[in-house]
């Protein structure tokens, strides 16, 4: 549950460009999706047969529910002119998270447990809430009233592009990854997440790996299965074997097939990810999940949560707090060690050029390194991935 299984969905970066692509794969049906004729970059979903339903035109743009065959509805957006398609979260100027709103509305004849866990999730997704003001390099930021909590905590702000009635910027603070975000042209509302043009093209992944470019920052690692060079082991296999020596919490049983997930602490789609998976999959022992705090979506106190979880004798515990949002989880003081440790992990995704959270690796059962980004539709295909008989020497 949570997520439209067509669009993975994933913190810092929205959905993947191969989620995005798969909205092509399958058969159509007849959807309920009259609104969108002549809407260019939801021509795909369109396509693919999506229910897309109208929710609200603010600020030159439209918010829109699409969802398939029942699948809990995702709120998307699209610019004045149809050019430019986003994913992820969209916030008022004052920080109200109106995915979170909108949604709440939508799913109103869900059950109320499956209703009030996406929506409680998407919620968790806060933006900055800095008790001391920053200083950070932000003056092209500082007119616009959606980025004012980021300025206020001093982040790195950068306008980097201009593209259908949108403003898109890299944020990020102390050099943490960086995020991805748009404005609409006012500055009112603020987008963080995947945008795609007309044509698909993934224009947040594009000004991703341009500013990672920039810092000297490691390619992203290579396709899953990716083939193995005479001189040594692939980067999918270097990677899971750094990934291996990481900070992780265990979850699950010892004897069930493991994954290792990548999450940060204020990623709402993380914690719904690991609410699916532990209800599911790990306390019914079919997976062990091996859970890598971060704080790479640059968030304000992150880095404080995750620190405090890892540097705690009962991690696991730790973490389900933060997932059921309690409120004592803003005033965890981390330890030095977990700070460390954190920093240590955050350095990983970032040598490895991560997308966002969730981020999955495992090898599956033929020996082959396997990643996976965002919240998947269903763990079944991997855990049937997983149990595939070794070909491995």
């Not at 409120?327 to 954190?342: K, R």
Request: with cysteine.
């Amino acid at each position: 549950m949570r997520c439209l299984s067509t669009l993975m969905m994933l913190c810092a970066l929205g959905v993947s460009s191969a989620g995005f692509a798969a909205q092509q794969a399958g058969a159509p049906h007849v959807a309920d999706n009259a609104a969108a004729a002549g809407v260019a970059s939801l021509q795909k979903l369109r396509d693919f047969g999506a229910d897309l339903k109208l929710l609200r035109s603010t600020d030159n743009l439209k918010i829109w529910a699409t969802s398939k065959d029942g699948s809990v509805p995702q709120i998307i957006a699209t610019g004045s002119d149809g050019g430019t398609l986003m994913t992820g979260l969209i916030y008022d100027q004052d920080g109200n998270n109106l995915t979170a709103e909108l949604l709440s509305a939508e799913m109103k004849n869900w059950k109320p447990a499956d209703a009030e866990a996406a929506i409680t999730a998407l919620r968790g997704s806060s933006q900055p809430a800095c008790k001391e003001p920053g200083k950070g390099d932000n003056a092209a930021a500082v007119d616009i009233p959606s980025l004012r909590k980021f300025v206020f905590c001093g982040a790195d702000i950068k306008l980097v592009r201009e593209i259908h009635g949108l403003r898109v910027w890299v944020i990020s603070k102390d050099r943490s990854v960086p995020q991805v975000a748009a404005t609409t042209d006012s500055g009112r509302i603020l987008l963080t997440g995947m945008i795609f043009d007309q044509a698909g093209n993934n224009v947040t992944q594009d000004v991703f790996n341009v500013e990672m470019a920039s810092r000297g920052a490691s390619a992203a690692p290579a396709a899953a299965a990716a083939p193995q060079p005479a001189g040594g082991p692939g980067r999918g296999e270097r990677f899971l074997k750094a990934v291996e020596k990481a900070h992780w919490i265990p979850s699950g049983h010892s004897d069930a097939p493991v994954v290792y997930m990548v999450v940060d602490p204020h990623c709402g789609y993380s914690k719904a990810f690991w609410q699916t998976l532990n209800e599911q999959y790990v306390s019914t022992g079919k997976l062990q999940v091996r859970l890598l705090p971060t704080s790479i979506i640059g968030l304000e106190g992150s880095a404080q949560i995750a620190g405090n979880i890892l540097g705690s004798t009962n991690a696991l515990e730790k973490w389900q707090a933060v997932v059921r949002n309690d409120p004592d989880v803003q005033n965890w003081q981390p330890t030095a060690e977990g700070l460390g440790e954190v920093a240590a992990n955050d350095d990983l995704a970032g040598k490895w050029k991560l997308p966002g959270t969730p981020f999955l690796v495992y090898r599956a059962g033929d020996g082959k390194v396997k990643l996976e980004s965002g919240v998947l539709g269903s763990m079944d295909p991997i855990l049937a991935d997983l149990k595939t008989p070794s070909k491995v020497d």
